[in-house]
Every structure is written in C-alpha cells, then in structure tokens.
C-alpha cells in the first residue's frame, strides 16, 4: 500500500488549506483512513479519522474548524483546514488502517501557520 499526499504549504493564522490523500494497492472494504501530524518535539497524534462507513473521529483541539471526507471508490481522502492557529503548523501524514489491521503512512506534508 503507498499513500500519495498532497496540498501542504504556508498559511496566515485563519486561513485554510486542504489536505488530500490517494491510497494504492488493496486496504480492504472496511478500512479507516486519516491525518495525524507531528509539530517539532512534539509526539505524532491523531487529527482525524474516517472508517468506510463513514463514521469520524476528530482530536479535540480541531473540532468544528477541520472536515475530513473520503471518496471510497478513489481510496482518497480529504481533510479540510479551517480557521487555522499557529498552533496547527506541524508535518501532517496520511494514514489507512487496512481490513487486516495493518498500518501505513505517507511520506508527509508541511503545514506552517505564520504570518
């Protein structure tokens, strides 16, 4: 499985951006695919999760300001960046949990909230 993501940059503080993940080779029909982000000296932690049912998890700090969607038949899938802090600049990585309960990430995309 290889995770192609894309739509990182820099942004001013309430601006947005939106992240896309395309996901290659077989993650099943009943997967979960997501964000998680790692800021500098900080541990990687959820952002968002979306099972194939459609079911969402949003870490609290992002709730109400980021969306995440997905296209099932495109194995893609989108996190929308709204009212973006300082706070939020960190390296975001796609993830897929397979139906075999297998992990992977992709390579990364910066996100700098700065003015």
């Known amino acids: 499985v290889q995770l192609q993501a894309s739509g990182g940059g820099l942004v001013q503080p309430g601006g947005s951006l939106r992240l896309s993940c395309a996901a290659s080779g077989t993650i099943g029909s009943r997967n979960a695919m997501g964000w998680y982000r790692q800021a500098p000296g900080k541990q990687r932690e959820l952002v968002a999760l979306i099972g194939s049912g459609g079911t969402t998890n949003y870490a609290d700090s992002v709730k109400g300001r980021f969306t995440i969607s997905r296209d099932g038949a495109k194995r893609t899938v989108d996190l929308q960046m709204s009212s973006l802090k300082p706070e939020d600049t960190a390296v975001y990585y796609c993830?897929?949990?397979?139906?075999?309960?297998?992990?992977?990430w992709g390579q990364g995309t910066q996100v700098t909230v700065s003015s």
């Open positions: 993830y897929v949990l397979t139906s075999l309960g297998t992990n992977y």
